[in-house]
Antibody, heavy 123, light 107 residues
């Protein structure tokens, strides 16, 4: 069974950092691009960042560029999101998503979604 | 960035109704559009990719159509388990962008 399990969320003060992790199983992790997508409480879906199968290509939403860093460890079947200089508006459920192809910017669908980990930024 | 506009934002329908949700892109995205279903407290689920291809395991009452800037998700006969929020997503041009969602409620 294909599974994505996120961890690392929590309550953090503005300006602080947090690192999210996503453990993948049930598929050949290093064949596929991966993404982080977030959803603020009661709001819609927002793409945050994507990474190609070999980490050779990476993209970020303008809202997080320069503050967030996506990475992956194919040996550990894991995806990460390092979030620095957190803001109140970063409060959201962060989900790990498997792309249907190997490049994050390839015009294909977001295939499998994790349940997400909640990040709350508040003083 | 390409803007995706869904309509309506919400709708009320009865079991057995035919339901249509539209998604309009601010510029042509060819057929690089997908549709997702999200139930409360659950992760989104891929329904349709490449505008009209049904994802494996998705009931055939779901269908998608369109190309260029205008796209449609149709549920041919609404079932109780279909009450949810639906999102479109374009992946033609980075960054990927979602529609704002359409909530399908019970009439």
């Amino acid at each position: 069974e294909v599974q994505l399990v996120e961890s690392g969320g929590g309550l953090v003060q503005p300006g602080r950092s947090l690192r999210l992790s996503c453990a993948a199983s049930g598929f050949t992790f290093d064949d596929y691009a991966m993404h982080w997508v977030r959803q603020a409480p009661g709001k819609g879906l927002e793409w945050v960042s994507g990474i190609s199968w070999n980490s050779g290509s990476i993209g970020y939403a303008d809202s997080v560029k320069g503050r967030f860093t996506i990475s992956r460890d194919n040996a550990k079947n894991s995806l990460y999101l390092q979030m620095n200089s957190l803001r109140n508006e970063d409060t959201a459920l962060y989900s790990c998503v498997k792309h249907r192809s190997s490049g994050w910017s390839h015009p294909d669908a977001f295939h499998i979604w994790g349940q997400g980990t909640m990040v709350t930024v508040s003083s | 960035d390409i803007q995706m506009t869904q309509s309506p934002s919400s709708l009320s329908a009865s079991v057995g109704d035919r339901v249509t949700i539209t998604c309009r892109a601010s510029q042509s995205i060819s057929s690089y559009l997908s549709w997702y279903q999200q139930k409360p407290g659950k992760a989104p689920r891929l329904l349709i990719y490449a505008a009209s291809s049904l994802q494996s395991g998705v009931p055939s009452r779901f269908s998608g159509s369109g190309s260029g800037t205008d796209f449609t998700l149709t549920i041919s006969s609404l079932q109780p388990e279909d009450f949810a929020t639906y999102y479109c997503l374009q992946t033609y041009s980075p960054p990927p962008t979602f529609g704002q969602g359409t909530k399908v409620e019970i009439k």
